[in-house]
T-cell receptor, first 113, second 115 residues
Framework: DSGVTQTPKHLITATGQRVTLRCSPR?????VYWYQQSLDQGLQFLIQ???????AKGNILERFSAQQFPDLHSELNLSSLELGDSALYFC????????????FGPGTRLTVL | AQKITQTQPGMFVQEKEAVTLDCTYD???????LFWYKQPSSGEMIFLIY??????QNATEGRYSLNFQKARKSANLVISASQLGDSAMYFC????????????FGSGTKLNVKP
């Protein structure tokens, strides 16, 4: 158990809908990262937050947004969902600015029908 | 250009033998970190080992060691005495630079340990 929690574990929804994925980092970790893992794209970095502020952005679509709250938990919002958004979404956390090892949560499996 | 390249999509190894999973990286930043993660069929990503670009010695963690060859830009993972539970996908990753930055992952190597 990495200490990173993600909810829900599984999510099934329809195209055009909006969903929110939640992540709680390890106790004491200030950095949160979001990744998308799909079969054809591998593991793609989406976005990083540090202590509530966005710090690095990867291949995140405009339909996706994220935030980190004062209690350090983070949410990833996916809107206008498409079939291609079906993937495993991981959250990871690290203690400092990004130089430390990232520990991953169990992931949220999103299926868009 | 790919930041992380894993050229072995799949590998087989006999139980109790050692196996090397290849990883090459591409960066011009003198400061970087290299990581290996294991992803079993259950889906979670498990951190295995870390090597910093300024580390003089190869990293080791139990049965895992990282063969770091800086001039060749390679960071191969060596698993000694393979066990059936080592069957999984293995990902090499790189953090480029310091501070706020992106992480890059390779496409992974599927390791199958045969009894």
């Amino acid at each position: 158990d990495s200490g990173v929690t993600q909810t829900p574990k599984h999510l099934i929804t329809a195209t055009g809908q909006r969903v929110t994925l939640r992540c709680s980092p390890r106790s004491g970790d200030l950095s949160v990262y979001w990744y998308q893992q799909s079969l054809d794209q591998g593991l793609q970095f989406l976005i990083q937050y540090y202590n509530g502020e966005e710090r690095a952005k990867g291949n995140i679509l405009e339909r996706f947004s994220a935030q980190q709250f004062p209690d350090l938990h983070s949410e990833l919002n996916l809107s206008s969902l498409e079939l291609g958004d079906s993937a495993l979404y991981f959250c990871a956390s690290s203690s400092r600015l990004g130089t430390d090892t990232q520990y991953f949560g169990p992931g949220t499996r999103l299926t868009v029908l | 250009a790919q930041k992380i390249t894993q050229t072995q999509p799949g590998m087989f190894v006999q139980e109790k033998e050692a196996v090397t999973l290849d990883c090459t990286y591409d960066t011009s930043d003198p400061s970087y970190g290299l990581f290996w993660y294991k992803q079993p069929s259950s889906g979670e990503m498990i951190f295995l080992i870390y090597q910093g670009s300024y580390d003089q010695q190869n990293a080791t963690e139990g049965r895992y060691s990282l063969n770091f060859q800086k001039a060749r830009k390679s960071a191969n993972l060596v698993i000694s005495a393979s066990q059936l539970g080592d069957s999984a996908m293995y990902f090499c990753a790189m953090r480029e630079g310091t501070g706020f930055n992106k992480f890059y992952f390779g496409s992974g190597t599927k390791l199958n340990v045969k009894p």
